[in-house]
């Protein structure tokens, strides 16, 4: 899978870390040919009076539907989940596309790997780690 990519992911929720949850689109930030790390995706509306969470950004109607999705959205990188390629994670690895909606554009992907990284460094406490 290919950092930057938005794909269909059983995404493991922080009841059960260790094994995959309901089906989410999430976003690839980087990985290896065995696994990957994705950061979490909400399209659960947030309030404009609630601060964001550190590593949290929004994509409003039009940037995703840019993306193939059909609604705003909010992009997570303080949840994450270290997952093995597998058809019990990404339940359409053997369809075409292999359950890949989108890949962020590359201006996209280096604003997301800037704040992804900023987190790591300067807030890591705050990131929960789930997968297998």
Excluded at 82 to 90: R, T, V, Y
Excluded at 98 to 122: C, F, K, Q, Y
């Amino acid at each position: 899978m290919v950092p930057g990519a938005f794909v269909r992911v059983k995404f493991p929720t922080r009841e059960k870390p260790r094994q995959p949850g309901l089906l989410h689109i999430g976003y690839v930030l980087g990985g290896t040919a065995t696994e990957v790390m994705v950061a979490y995706t909400t399209s659960r509306p947030w309030s404009a009076t609630i601060p964001l969470p550190a590593g949290a950004r929004l994509f409003d109607r039009e940037e995703a539907a840019r993306l193939n999705q059909s609604r705003a959205f909010m992009l997570r990188l303080d949840v994450l989940a270290k997952l093995p390629i597998n058809d019990a994670w990404f339940p359409d690895l053997a369809k075409p596309g292999h359950g890949v909606i989108a890949v962020a554009p590359v201006r996209s992907r280096e604003e997301l790997t800037d704040l992804a990284t900023n987190l790591v460094r300067r807030r890591r406490s705050l990131i929960q780690m789930r997968g297998a």
